[in-house]
């Protein structure tokens, strides 16, 4: 029996080839059996990568000092995830506590997160995970966490506007994710590198409401602001927060589309989430896949533009546009 995996299987598996430690290869492998169709066509492949994990595990024990080792496997909840990473005492805590439901342990000693923390993000209609990671440091990066990190959909990079050097603080925190073979992604370039794992982010400048963090901000901007998204915030207080919900939104690349049965209100609770460029015929396919063969028509509507017009099956969505299919 074949095991027809989905797209998503691959593109994980393609992950392995820029994990260095035993720890990032069990990270990566666990996702693949979360991603794995449940049937029969798939109980070898199982196996095998079940196999594979206790194999890494029996190696991680037999390195001196490795009797016990820190280890998380993170499942992708919401329309995306997103870690959260910076170094000791930039505040990450509370920006997971700011933007989400979590209560985690926001103390000022580094090194308060000894774990993935976890919370929802409410955006509009729709939940985003935040994943906010133990912090990093040239003393501390274990492999578990960049593991992570490269499986995400987006990075939340956290400055600390405290720190009179911010530029170096930000080239530490690059060369942190340099070394585990993680490139952030700039403005202009393409997401694709034969040797990095190439990954959209948002350096959140955090504690904006400190003495002269205006003036660090303003030292990052020149340096960086035709290169790479930045953002300055407090976390504390609330400001510059609504604008990273809507940064994080956009920044996902993805779209939210609404359906409505013939002669019915449209179901504005429950949007389907996409990425950007989808087509009427993808949305089509993730409904039901019987759409495809029994779809007759569809109509669309969309902001200052389209009102139930008939539209074709290769038209390209865009957020917020309502979708009503009429099948045969």
Not at 69 to 74: E, L, R
Not at 251 to 267: A, F, H, M, Q, W
Request: charged fraction near 30%.
């Amino acid at each position: 029996m074949p095991a027809n995996l989905p797209p998503t299987y691959y593109r994980k598996e393609k992950e392995l080839r820029f994990a260095h430690s035993p720890e990032e290869k069990i990270q990566i492998y666990l996702e693949l059996l979360s991603i794995m169709p449940k049937h029969k066509g798939t109980d070898k492949l199982k196996a095998d990568i079940r196999a594979r994990i206790s194999k890494l595990k029996r190696e991680l024990g037999k390195k001196p000092g490795a009797a016990r080792f820190d280890f998380y496997h993170v499942p992708k909840e919401g329309v995306a995830q997103v870690v959260i990473l910076g170094m000791p005492n930039s505040g990450k805590s509370q920006i997971l506590k700011t933007l989400t439901n979590a209560e985690p342990e926001v103390q000022n000693y580094p090194f308060t997160t000894t774990k993935p923390q976890i919370g929802m993000l409410l955006y509009e209609d729709i939940q985003i995970q935040l994943v906010d990671m133990p912090p990093i440091s040239s003393d501390y990066a274990p492999g578990w966490i960049f593991g992570i990190a490269r499986g995400s959909d987006l990075l939340l990079l956290v400055l600390n506007l405290i720190n009179d050097d911010i530029n170096a603080e930000m080239q530490s925190l690059l060369n942190l994710l340099k070394s585990s073979r993680i490139k952030v992604a700039t403005k202009d370039e393409e997401m694709s590198d034969e040797d990095f794992m190439v990954k959209s982010a948002i350096f959140v400048c955090n504690k904006e409401d400190i003495k002269d963090a205006d003036i660090r901000f303003k030292q990052l901007l020149t340096l960086y602001d035709s290169t790479f998204k930045l953002l300055s915030i407090s976390a504390l207080t609330g400001t510059g927060v609504e604008r990273l919900k809507e940064e994080i939104f956009q920044s996902l690349e993805i779209i939210r589309v609404y359906t409505k049965p013939p002669k019915r209100d449209v179901d504005k609770f429950h949007p389907y989430v996409l990425k950007k460029g989808s087509k009427v015929i993808e949305l089509a396919s993730e409904i039901h896949r019987d759409f495809l063969s029994d779809l007759k028509f569809v109509r669309l509507w969309r902001k200052e533009k389209y009102d139930g017009m008939r539209i074709d099956r290769d038209e390209v969505l865009q957020d917020g546009d309502i979708v009503e299919f009429h099948t045969k």
